[in-house]
């Protein structure tokens, strides 16, 4: 560390420590479990506490018992919470003054808004902080935050000061706006990179295309979020940058729940601050080992805003192992939001990575997005230099994952347009069947 990430660094630290260490109790929980496995005993407190709270304080859980498992309380998701926000808000948080307001449009574009307890943001701190310096991000380094920087995420110039962070737009990402970002990154001494991984992604074709020399940035850790980065641009990334590429899996209504390893694309779960059940695609019953399944998750600190088996619209594949009263819980397999997910001819769920992985070292290929149609047609958008790409190539390493039934159309566009997030989608299902399935929530 440079002399002023230090001075940030040992700020940070001394001004919790004047406030009662509570950021760093949280630190040293999570790092225990992480380090040893979360107590199987101290979490089912922990859930029987918050069910007890929600029963008495909110309007939507106020008829049930207060004695009532969890796993007799409904799933609910994003839908839910935008229809019943009144009933969800806790009355004895409601008006707290230091509770802080999350939103985020998700992938409908409508927004959805819920308050978090000081206690909770705390938790997310201390988290974050963990969760980072596994990534080899540490307080007081020199951060640039690609994404797109709407007015309710904005931070003003004392925050970017107190922070050591530098706001990166993704939402043009043409070759000038590009180069404009390398420079920075060089000239800066950027130490930590963190923002959307197709941002990154596009980040890193420009330095492959241009040839651009990384041995003088700084760079010792890269985070992507939000998005699925194929496994190749992350090795890419590795090479280029000459550090580690670890994802956290995130939201805006939890937090950082998790950190991709690093020897393949699975994550580790932050088991301290969260439960997870796996559930099947079609019913509200546990997955299967090693089965598909939805997410469902359990903010155990959230009191603000009672968050209890939360269906946020990703799937897994996951694995818990115990271990002397403790447990770990791995997502093996992360696959993203349902609406995501594509099917074969047969119904069978493919997983993203299967497409990603394929497609995105295509010669000639700058830009791609995968879209299923219907039950047996696809359409693969290509954006780069048609004169590199071999559609025939492309086509025979996807159709084995598909079915020889299936129809694959391509199309070669001069653009692959963003969301409004500023995301650039890979992989987009469009099949009514899909869509309109028993517990489908996109």
């Known amino acids: 560390m440079i002399l002023d990430e230090k001075l940030r660094w040992f700020g940070f630290w001394l001004l919790d420590s004047l406030k009662g260490k509570q950021i760093r109790t949280y630190y040293d929980q999570i790092q225990r479990a992480w380090k040893e496995g979360t107590s199987i005993r101290e979490t089912e407190e922990r859930i029987r506490a918050l069910i007890a709270h929600a029963v008495k304080t909110t309007e939507f859980y106020k008829d049930y ?55 909770k943001i705390r938790h997310n701190t201390a988290g974050g902080i963990f969760l980072g310096a596994a990534a080899g991000y540490y307080i007081g380094m020199k951060e640039a935050f690609i994404r797109v920087w709407v007015n309710n995420v904005k931070k003003s110039k004392f925050q970017l000061f107190q922070e050591n962070l530098i706001m990166m737009d993704s939402s043009r990402m043409d070759e000038q706006a590009l180069e404009k970002m390398f420079r920075v990154i060089e000239k800066k001494k950027v130490k930590c990179l963190v923002g959307y991984s197709s941002a990154l992604g596009e980040l890193s074709n420009y330095i492959q295309k241009t040839g651009k ?13 939000s998005e699925t980065m194929p496994e190749p641009v992350r090795r890419t990334l590795e090479k280029q940058f000459d550090c580690p590429v670890r994802a956290w899996y995130s939201n805006e209504e939890n937090g950082i729940m998790g950190l991709q390893n690093e020897d393949n694309e699975g994550y580790r779960i932050d088991t301290e601050t969260y439960y997870y059940e796996i559930l099947k695609m079609d019913s509200d019953e546990p997955a299967e080992p090693g089965e598909l399944g939805r997410i469902v998750i359990t903010d155990l600190f959230n009191y603000a805003f009672p968050i209890l088996r939360y269906d946020n619209g990703d799937t897994a594949v996951a694995t818990r192992k115990e271990k002397n009263g403790r447990y770990r819980l791995y997502l093996d397999e992360l696959y993203g939001r349902r609406s995501d997910l594509i099917y074969d001819c047969e119904g069978k769920a493919v997983t993203p990575y299967i497409i990603t992985n394929n497609l995105w070292d295509i010669e000639g290929v700058k830009q791609y997005r995968f879209i299923q149609e219907d039950v ?12 590199k790409m071999n559609q025939e190539e492309i086509l025979g390493r996807i159709r084995p994952y598909l079915g020889e039934e299936a129809r694959i159309r391509v199309e070669l566009v001069d653009e692959i347009p ?11 299902n469009r099949c009514e069947k899909y869509k309109n399935q028993t517990g489908f929530c996109g």
């Not at 926000?85 to 927004?111: H, I, W």
């Not at 963003?418 to 987009?428: D, M, N, Q, T």
């Open 65 to 119: 018992p207060e004695d009532i498992e969890l796993t007799d309380l409904p799933v609910v998701n994003k839908d839910t919470f935008r229809q019943n926000y009144e009933q969800f808000l806790s009355t004895t948080y409601k008006d707290a003054p230091d509770n802080r307001v999350m939103c985020t449009s998700g992938s409908t574009g409508t927004p959805l808004r819920m308050i978090q307890n000081r206690d």
């Open 418 to 428: 963003v969301l409004a997030s500023g995301k650039r989608k890979y992989i987009e």
């Open 376 to 387: 047996k047609d696809y359409t693969i958008w290509l954006n780069g230099d048609p004169q």
């Open 213 to 225: 020399d990384c041995s003088r940035c700084k760079v010792k850790a890269i985070i992507p979020i």
